[in-house]
C-alpha cells in the first residue's frame, strides 16, 4: 500500500522531479562537455575556412601563369583588380571575406628582369576580426613560384613563413 502524503513521516515532494544537487552535477557535466568541444569545433571550422584561402590562392596563380604567358612576367599587386585585359580582374578578398589576397614581390632584395619572369609569391592573410584571425601558425598562407618549383607556406601574424613539407596548414 502507498503512504498517504503529508503525513508526519512521508514527504511525497522526494518522489518527484530533480534535486538541486542534481541540477548542478548535470550543469557541471555539460559545462565540461562544451569546454572541451568547443575549441574543437572552432578549430575545425578555421580548417574549413583555409579550403576558400586555398581555392583563391590557387586562381592567382593559374591567372599569373596566363598572364606571364602573354606578357613575359608575371603580374604585380596593382593589377590583381584591374579587369582583364589590363590586369587579371580578380577579388582582393576571398569569396567569404574571411582572407586578403595579394601578390607580392619577387624576394630576390633587387629584382632582375630575369627574377620577374620566374618569380612570384601570392598571399592570403587572415581578415581582422573574423575568426580566421586567430587560427595560430596559419594566419597568413602563400603560394610562392621560383624557377618553376612551387612552395606552399604558412605563417602566424608575423614571423617567416614554414614551407616544410610537415606543414600542418597545407594538409597534402
Not at 538541486?20 to 555539460?30: D, K, N, P
Not at 559545462?31 to 590557387?58: H, M, Q, T, W, Y
Not at 609569391?121 to 624557377?147: F, H, N, P
Request: glycine fraction near 8%.
Amino acid at each position: 500500500m502507498r503512504p498517504a502524503c503529508h503525513t508526519a513521516t512521508t514527504d511525497c515532494r522526494s518522489a518527484r522531479g530533480f534535486s538541486l544537487i542534481e541540477l548542478m552535477i548535470a550543469v557541471a557535466v555539460v559545462g565540461i562537455l562544451a569546454a572541451v568541444a568547443l575549441p574543437i569545433f572552432n578549430d575545425s571550422i578555421r580548417k574549413s575556412r583555409r579550403a576558400e584561402a586555398f581555392a583563391s590562392l590557387s586562381g592567382i596563380q593559374q591567372a599569373q601563369e596566363r598572364w606571364r604567358s602573354n606578357n613575359n612576367k608575371y603580374a604585380d599587386d596593382t593589377k590583381l583588380t584591374t579587369a582583364a585585359p589590363g590586369g587579371l580582374g580578380l577579388a582582393a578578398t576571398t569569396a567569404g571575406g574571411y582572407y586578403a589576397l595579394t601578390i607580392d614581390a619577387p624576394l630576390a632584395a633587387a629584382p632582375s628582369p630575369a627574377t620577374d619572369s620566374t618569380d612570384h609569391m601570392v598571399t592570403a592573410t587572415a581578415t581582422a576580426g573574423t575568426s580566421q584571425a586567430a587560427d595560430g601558425t596559419c594566419v597568413r598562407l602563400r603560394i610562392r613560384s621560383t624557377g618553376g618549383n612551387v612552395f606552399y607556406g604558412s605563417a602566424a601574424a608575423s614571423g617567416s613563413f614554414d614551407e616544410s613539407t610537415g606543414n600542418r596548414c597545407w594538409a597534402r
